[in-house]
């Protein structure tokens, strides 16, 4: 028998810089040390169609970086190495330092690195090798053709990571600004006859490059205007490891900062190229304004704190067998060894202001193995099942992520996420209402302040075929200037928050009620049957003494079973 129950619901707060836990515990996760006695590794991926092997790169042993393939049945690493590459350059970020195989390597053998050579000095080359036409368990080193060299200033910088777009087939490399303190050849915003500090996109069976070696898109967005057609996006100081989310085909972007801020980028699956993600004008959502320059959707200030680091790892968005990740992207900062997750909230790109997102997790403190640490996260990688696996280079070890729990909530409870202030967080308890004192900052203008109520029901709830709420806020006192106020629910199906009403916000208490038009499926996220909604307001101005808002979703329609 189905039934319509409506029931009021009771708060818990998650402030933006920890995940606040319930009465459930702690979250927690687990960990299996599947590999040891590498030589510096720096990745971890798997070739398409096979989910039996994990191939591991090693950064280099003197002047040799190699790859390493794990048997994930067996747990054995091959004795002999599928490829080994001499004649690297050796210094801190220099060697072997990124693999990717072609979307066809079952039938073409084809697969692309990203090494710095000795004999250039330290120069980047993005080289194509083949499998051994007859032992899959080995490279063919004969097979060597070089795509693409850049020159490269310093040994730092140098980026690494490259891979295949799960939209296009196209192959993405991305490259560091050259090295030097803030970037002294101003690398990263120059377009013309400057590939460092970019996201390249090329094809690389093509032959319409410059000299012959690879293909350029007629898509990418410099071509015929001002700019080198190898160039998808710029503005990047030293983006060390980048991914896909291969359900939706996002792209996010970790770039290491310099002195003060570490980043996360994201583009859109929907983007067309050409973005500009500010550096060296901008290092995170700090410095002077850029026309144009896309903000990440998070950054962490350098530090010793719990949500500091120094030089950060980006991870993946988890899409494996652990039904309560799902969807939650995972980095790292590899000098304290933090692990975090975070899901983007699917803002568009122009108002990305270091705020887009939601379920920041912090890990660090709660992962369980039962033989060694994780420590130094070089990398993370994903194997053909959406396993993800922790890199420890100075270890010289492989962790793959193998169960995860998350504080559950009781029928009725929501949780609140997202909430960050110019001054301080308030107290929130199981009352009502939720109470905000806001303190107006005079770096956020026009300033906006949001709340995120995930929803969660109970293993009976089916998917609704009707949703709505009751929210009413209230703000007393408040900037100057008009004050809208805005309603979202997170569509999950376009990973897009849908708007639903936006009015003035209102100094006396004020109850909108939002029902759902269409089919509320879109709106509830398989496997955890929860719905996100976003409450926000956004000021022109943002001055004055601290005011107070709050906010209560009263009610919520949803049909459950007996």
């Known amino acids: 028998m189905t039934q319509v129950m409506r029931f009021p619901f009771c708060l818990a707060l998650v402030a933006v ?28 991926t798997t070739s398409p169609g096979d989910p039996n092997r994990l191939f591991i790169v090693e950064q280099r042993s003197g002047t040799t970086g190699r790859i390493k393939i794990l048997n994930l049945s067996t747990g054995v690493l091959n004795p002999t190495p599928f490829l080994s590459i001499p004649n690297l350059a050796t210094n801190g970020e220099q060697g072997l330092v990124g693999l990717a195989f072609h979307p066809n390597y079952q039938t073409n053998r084809k697969f692309y690195v990203n090494v710095t050579t000795a004999a250039g000095g330290g120069d980047t080359e993005i080289r194509e090798y083949c499998r051994n036409a007859t032992n899959p368990e080995l490279a063919d080193p004969a097979s060597l053709r070089v795509l693409l060299t850049l020159d490269q200033p310093f040994s730092n910088h140098n980026g690494g990571w490259l891979a295949f777009g799960p939209l296009d087939g196209l192959l993405y490399i991305a490259l560091g600004d050259g090295g030097g303190s803030n970037d002294p050849g101003n690398n990263a915003q120059t377009i013309s006859n400057n590939l460092l500090g970019k996201l390249l996109r090329i094809d690389p069976l093509g032959n319409n490059g410059p000299d012959g070696q690879y293909g350029i898109p007629a898509s990418n967005p410099f071509v015929g205007v001002t700019g080198d057609d190898e160039i998808w996006a710029y503005g990047l100081r030293n983006p060390w490891r980048c991914s896909f989310d291969w359900l939706t085909g996002d792209l996010y972007i970790a770039d290491v900062g310099q002195n003060a801020w570490e980043e996360i980028d994201v583009q859109p699956a929907s983007s067309v190229g050409g973005e500009n993600y500010g550096w060296r004008v901008r290092e995170g959502t700090h410095g002077p304004a850029l026309p144009g320059a896309i903000d990440p959707i998070y950054d962490y200030a350098h530090g010793g704190g719990g949500n500091q680091g120094f030089s950060v790892t980006g991870g993946y968005v988890y899409r494996g067998p652990i039904a309560v990740l799902q969807g939650h992207y995972f980095l790292a900062d590899y000098v304290n060894s933090r692990i975090w997750s975070l899901k983007w909230n699917g803002d568009p790109s122009a108002s990305h202001n270091g705020e887009n997102y939601t379920d920041f997790i912090d890990w660090t403190e709660h992962v369980t193995s039962a033989a060694g640490s994780i420590s130094n996260i070089s990398s993370f990688g994903e194997d053909a099942a959406g396993n993800l696996y922790f890199v420890d280079l100075t270890g010289g070890e492989i962790f793959r992520l193998d169960g995860a729990t998350i504080p559950t909530l009781a029928e009725g409870r929501k949780l609140l996420d997202g909430i960050q202030v110019g001054g301080q967080l308030s107290d929130a308890s199981e009352s009502d209402d939720v109470y905000l004192q806001l303190e107006p900052s005079s770096t956020r203008n026009p300033a906006k302040q949001k709340i995120d109520v995930i929803l969660q029901t109970t293993g009976n709830a089916q998917t609704p075929v009707e949703l709505s709420f009751r929210v009413e806020a209230h703000m007393q006192g408040g900037p100057s200037g008009d004050v809208i106020q805005s309603i979202r629910l997170r569509n999950y199906q376009t990973n897009a928050f849908e708007l639903l009403d936006s009015r003035p916000a209102s100094t006396t208490d004020e109850i909108v009620s939002v029902t759902v038009t269409g089919d509320p499926a879109r709106f509830v996220q398989a496997g955890t049957r929860e719905i996100t909604a976003s409450v926000t307001w956004i000021s022109p101005e943002f001055s004055g003494a601290p005011f107070d808002w709050s906010i209560d979703i009263d009610e919520a329609v949803w049909p459950v079973t007996d």
């Open 17 to 44: 810089c920890a995940f606040a836990t319930t009465a459930d515990g702690q979250p927690s996760m687990s960990v299996t040390r599947i590999a040891t006695g590498l030589t510096r590794p720096v990745f971890v």
